[in-house]
């Protein structure tokens, strides 16, 4: 055999190879990759065998629901047709629709041919598909189904009515609300804006592009903004836990300077009312209600930087939050972080003192900042967060049911009862009490984040939680550029404990 045709031999015998193991890697290894992949067409014509599974709210309110072009017609009151009609006869072409328009947009999330899914429809895809545990749509290509197959239910514990208050509240605005209920860590409501109606992904997708990246990500998540005043939560902890004289009082003169190992920092108190002049004699729970930061700063100097970054760890900072059925690649749950590092070992004097009052670059989502105000509800104990309140297979039998679960205990009970105070007080005589709720004590704080540069308007911040003593809902509220947190976040989160309130009388 000449040595031009055994060169072309090898080279036909290694292209085989290369070939076959590219069979075998796609085929195989990675086929559910492949498979995942929003243009896929073969996973989209596996997954019309299955009749996907409906979500609800917790009242049973429909958030999503798979029908046909009549079903879809009556539910939203206009023709529908399907992007992709399946290939094989037998098979009727299912709509994915939304009733409730752009309300559940980042939590719920989509279910485009087009563009894939997203949130829960991304991220509890196998239990919508009713696919057991060793089993994939990739299975499903050697199955012979004559009828399409019914995928499982998935109530959730949101509820219609709070989030509908904290949609409509952050409307025209960038932010995000959550809500939870202490006592359990179900959570009530998870707003995230600007936010657009799944409905029209397909149709409109440019247009809602234009709007910017920002409108596809849950920011209730996937998003750290600076904290501010709220912040001064998790410093209180670290007070109370190093044994500060919480009657002492502090003559807050509007600034203050403190010196210690051979460092120097002044903090400048800036109050909501914007005067230049201080709040005056204040202990521990007058200063939280006034959200003075010359105290927070002082103090949090005096402890030192241990028993802050102790506080922050009790907290759940440098920490994943325990949310695992909302994470997905396109919308990560972000930690919340005290620097870049995540929880450093140290702090210097000026670094501690910014922290304690929510500057410098402590990092927080809106989700956290809920677990934090429903922890003190709660009398210092943080539930782990959970947002699918039971599954329900085709024979309707309960395939899954939430259980309450402590996640962190970063406070005592009486720990948690001392802060609580100082966040009744700001809504009596505080930062709060321009927002009242009628016959119904409540606790807040307020924060506003400045984020640097001349023009940057500060972000307002609102954290509260009601009834005081036997709270239902805890709530946390962010407004990008929304300057006081008492007028601009607070309103929103007043109207998400009104909508919770309402359901309880």
């Given at each position: 055999?000449?040595?031009?045709?055994?060169?072309?031999?090898?080279?036909?015998?290694?292209?085989?190879?290369?070939?076959?193991?590219?069979?075998?890697?796609?085929?195989?290894?990675?086929?559910?990759?492949?498979?995942?992949?929003?243009?896929?067409?073969?996973?989209?014509?596996?997954?019309?065998?299955?009749?996907?599974?409906?979500?609800?709210?917790?009242?049973?309110?429909?958030?999503?629901?798979?029908?046909?072009?009549?079903?879809?017609?009556?539910?939203?009151?206009?023709?529908?047709?399907?992007?992709?009609?399946?290939?094989?006869?037998?098979?009727?072409?299912?709509?994915?629709?939304?009733?409730?328009?752009?309300?559940?947009?980042?939590?719920?999330?989509?279910?485009?041919?087009?563009?894939?899914?997203?949130?829960?429809?991304?991220?509890?895809?196998?239990?919508?598909?009713?696919?057991?545990?060793?089993?994939?749509?990739?299975?499903?290509?050697?199955?012979?189904?004559?009828?399409?197959?019914?995928?499982?239910?998935?109530?959730?514990?949101?509820?219609?009515?709070?989030?509908?208050?904290?949609?409509?509240?952050?409307?025209?605005?960038?932010?995000?609300?959550?809500?939870?209920?202490?006592?359990?860590?179900?959570?009530?409501?998870?707003?995230?804006?600007?936010?657009?109606?799944?409905?029209?992904?397909?149709?409109?997708?440019?247009?809602?592009?234009?709007?910017?990246?920002?409108?596809?990500?849950?920011?209730?998540?996937?998003?750290?903004?600076?904290?501010?005043?709220?912040?001064?939560?998790?410093?209180?902890?670290?007070?109370?836990?190093?044994?500060?004289?919480?009657?002492?009082?502090?003559?807050?003169?509007?600034?203050?300077?403190?010196?210690?190992?051979?460092?120097?920092?002044?903090?400048?108190?800036?109050?909501?009312?914007?005067?230049?002049?201080?709040?005056?004699?204040?202990?521990?729970?007058?200063?939280?209600?006034?959200?003075?930061?010359?105290?927070?700063?002082?103090?949090?100097?005096?402890?030192?930087?241990?028993?802050?970054?102790?506080?922050?760890?009790?907290?759940?900072?440098?920490?994943?939050?325990?949310?695992?059925?909302?994470?997905?690649?396109?919308?990560?749950?972000?930690?919340?972080?005290?620097?870049?590092?995540?929880i450093p070992s140290k702090l210097k004097l000026g670094e501690l003192m910014d922290s304690a009052y929510g500057q410098?670059?402590?990092?927080?989502?809106?989700?956290?900042?809920?677990?934090?105000?429903?922890?003190?509800?709660?009398?210092?104990?943080?539930?782990?967060?959970?947002?699918?309140?039971?599954?329900?297979?085709?024979?309707?039998?309960?395939?899954?049911?939430?259980?309450?679960?402590?996640?962190?205990?970063?406070?005592?009970?009486?720990?948690?009862?001392?802060?609580?105070?100082?966040?009744?007080?700001?809504?009596?005589?505080?930062?709060?009490?321009?927002?009242?709720?009628?016959?119904?004590?409540?606790?807040?704080?307020?924060?506003?984040?400045?984020?640097?540069?001349?023009?940057?308007?500060?972000?307002?911040?609102?954290?509260?939680?009601?009834?005081?003593?036997?709270?239902?809902?805890?709530?946390?509220?962010?407004?990008?550029?929304?300057?006081?947190?008492?007028?601009?976040?607070?309103?929103?989160?007043?109207?998400?404990?009104?909508?919770?309130?309402?359901?309880?009388?």
């Amino acid at each position: 055999m000449s040595t031009s045709i055994k060169r072309a031999v090898l080279g036909l015998t290694l292209c085989f190879c290369i070939l076959s193991f590219g069979l075998v890697y796609w085929q195989l290894i990675n086929s559910e990759e492949l498979l995942g992949k929003p243009g896929n067409l073969r996973a989209i014509y596996q997954e019309q065998k299955i009749w996907r599974g409906g979500i609800f709210d917790r009242n049973g309110e429909i958030l999503a629901k798979s029908c046909t072009d009549a079903e879809a017609e009556t539910l939203l009151k206009k023709k529908v047709k399907p992007s992709v009609k399946p290939p094989e006869d037998g098979y009727p072409p299912q709509i994915r629709v939304y009733p409730k328009g752009d309300l559940f947009t980042h939590i719920v999330g989509t279910y485009s041919f087009i563009y894939g899914k997203s949130g829960l429809e991304d991220s509890l895809n196998k239990t919508l598909l009713g696919l057991g545990p060793g089993e994939s749509i990739q299975s499903l290509t050697q199955q012979v189904l004559d009828t399409p197959r019914k995928g499982n239910d998935v109530v959730l514990t949101l509820d219609t009515k709070i989030q509908t208050a904290g949609v409509n509240g952050l409307r025209n605005k960038f932010g995000a609300a959550v809500a939870i209920e202490p006592k359990t860590g179900k959570i009530l409501a998870m707003v995230s804006a600007p936010t657009f109606n799944p409905n029209e992904l397909d149709q409109k997708y440019k247009e809602i592009e234009a709007g910017g990246n920002q409108v596809f990500y849950d920011k209730a998540i996937s998003t750290t903004y600076t904290p501010g005043s709220t912040m001064k939560l998790v410093t209180a902890g670290a007070l109370l836990r190093a044994g500060l004289d919480i009657n002492a009082v502090y003559q807050d003169s509007g600034k203050d300077r403190v010196e210690a190992k051979g460092e120097s920092r002044e903090v400048v108190d800036q109050i909501y009312n914007a005067r230049n002049e201080g709040h005056g004699p204040v202990d521990f729970t007058r200063a939280l209600a006034l959200s003075c930061n010359t105290y927070f700063a002082t103090r949090a100097a005096m402890v030192g930087d241990a028993a802050f970054l102790d506080a922050t760890r009790r907290y759940g900072f440098g920490q994943p939050l325990p949310l695992g059925e909302v994470s997905g690649d396109n919308n990560p749950i972000k930690v919340s972080k005290i620097n870049q590092n995540g929880i450093p070992s140290k702090l210097k004097l000026g670094e501690l003192m910014d922290s304690a009052y929510g500057q410098g670059q402590v990092q927080v989502t809106p989700l956290h900042m809920a677990m934090i105000t429903g922890a003190i509800a709660n009398g210092g104990k943080m539930m782990r967060p959970g947002v699918v309140e039971r599954v329900i297979n085709p024979k309707q039998e309960v395939a899954y049911q939430y259980k309450p679960q402590e996640w962190l205990t970063p406070l005592s009970p009486q720990e948690a009862a001392e802060i609580k105070t100082g966040m009744v007080g700001a809504t009596e005589y505080g930062t709060a009490s321009e927002l009242s709720i009628n016959g119904v004590a409540w606790a807040a704080k307020t924060g506003s984040a400045e984020l640097g540069g001349d023009n940057q308007v500060s972000d307002g911040w609102f954290v509260a939680f009601a009834p005081a003593e036997d709270p239902i809902i805890a709530v946390a509220v962010i407004v990008e550029h929304g300057k006081y947190g008492a007028t601009s976040a607070g309103p929103i989160a007043r109207d998400m404990i009104l909508a919770a309130l309402s359901e309880r009388r």
